[in-house]
């Protein structure tokens, strides 16, 4: 058999991941956000069915991943996904496909726009190489961070800072009854009463007041810095608190920045373990320069897991 | 003024029940419905007001809710 003649410019950016049997390759598509449109998953099927040996994985990223391709079709298979725009993913010390789960656009719960969100950031940052290792971005709609927003390098979270109109209250109960974190009593007069210092901005009250007396007053994202999971977990910690959904591109651009510089000779080390060698006012700092109006004015390192290891 | 019974019935069909029942009245009429406590008085009320209808209380009595509600324009 002739040579196979492969463009190793397809190759570079990652994605293609070496399998065990000989010559096979998985490779990794590109799903910000896990969405996905009916036409491109018709044209993966198709893609699958020719080149692949009758299954692929969905991987706890959001994404697809092609098992069992010989890499003698590499090129073929690319230029193929190519005709839905379906493109590979990435692997390495780079930005990976920023995952996110439904927001607000059909999932009742979501407080803002996760989906558009991430295909932002893919579009801006996917790729983008950190020089140290690698460096994952979530989106969740609101607290109940179904997508663990948390364990990643940059992790968002969809907030609300609710405010009342007393007029429109008809005393009802409801508000304080469903805030889960204590922060709404029933006063003497009927009326709510808001403690503040309680309050993790999950809109529940507004989403059950059924009259609208409380509104969204604010709305935006609660950033975490530091997350990762592995052998070594960490949990990211509060860095910005109400970030507009159009700076969440150039936030974790800012992360970045301090990343590349902080990390340097550090050698294969993830932004969290670089937090926690460097303390985290540093990152706070450089992070208030952009953007004064959301960061935080303390927090605390990435908290350490306790993962019983060894015994 | 009528009053509904949705207790014991489950979401969305006690939503479904409260709007057949408005579609019999008349604009303005007020009515009342009996409802569950828990997601039943989190998705009646608002989905109501969503189409249009008045929502004049909602009190709670022996762990369930009294809504009253004007009926809207049709
Ligand atoms: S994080 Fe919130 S908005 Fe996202 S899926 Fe979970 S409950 Fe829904
Ligand atoms: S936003 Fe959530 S935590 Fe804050 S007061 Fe409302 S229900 Fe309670
Ligand atoms: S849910 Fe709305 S109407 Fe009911 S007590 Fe709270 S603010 Fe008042």
């Known amino acids: 058999m002739a040579e196979p003649k492969i463009d190793l410019k397809n190759l570079k950016a990652g994605g293609f991941i070496k399998e065990r049997g000989k010559d096979l390759f998985t490779i990794r598509l590109r799903v910000p956000g896990g969405r996905m449109s009916v036409d491109r998953l018709a044209k993966i099927t198709a893609v699958a069915q020719k080149y692949g040996k009758g299954f692929v994985h969905l991987s706890v990223r959001q994404s697809i991943e092609l098992i069992n391709i010989n890499f003698a079709h590499f090129d073929a298979v690319v230029a193929e996904l190519g005709e839905e725009q379906q493109k590979v993913a990435s692997c390495g010390a780079r930005v990976r496909v920023p995952t996110a789960c439904g927001g607000c656009e059909y999932n009742p719960n979501g407080l803002v726009d996760t989906q558009k969100s991430a295909l932002e950031v893919d579009e801006k940052l996917f790729g983008t190489v950190t020089g140290h290792h690698k460096f994952k971005v979530g989106f969740a709609g609101c607290p109940f961070d179904c997508p663990k927003s948390a364990t990643n390098d940059v992790g968002f979270q969809g907030a609300i800072w609710p405010t009342l109109d007393a007029d429109e209250c008809i005393s009802c109960g409801l508000c304080a009854k469903s805030c889960t974190e204590g922060a709404l009593t029933l006063g003497e007069d009927g009326k709510p009463v808001f403690d503040a210092a309680k309050c993790i901005y999950c809109g529940d009250c507004v989403k059950v007041c059924p009259t609208s007396a409380w509104k969204a007053e604010k709305r935006g994202y609660t950033v975490r810095v530091g997350g990762k999971w592995g052998r070594r977990p960490l949990v990211g910690t509060v860095y910005a608190t109400f970030l507009p959904e159009d700076r969440v591109a150039d936030f974790i651009a800012a992360v970045l920045d301090w990343y590349k510089d902080k990390a340097e000779g550090a050698g294969r080390v993830r932004v969290g373990d670089i937090i926690l060698r460097e303390g985290c006012q540093s990152l706070l700092d450089h992070l208030k320069q952009d953007f004064a109006d959301f960061v935080v004015e303390k927090t605390i390192p990435p908290q350490i897991i306790n993962t019983q290891l060894p015994l | ?74």
């Open chain 2, 1 to 74: 003024m009528a009053t509904i019974d949705l207790r014991g019935v489950t979401c969305p069909t006690n939503f479904v029940k409260a709007k057949l029942e408005l579609e019999e009245i008349e604009t303005g009429t007020t009515v009342e419905f009996l409802l569950d406590d828990g997601e039943p008085v989190k998705n009646v009320p608002r989905s109501l007001k969503a189409e249009g209808h008045k929502l004049l209380g909602l009190k709670e009595t022996d762990g369930y809710y009294v809504l009253t509600i004007e009926k809207g324009e049709d």
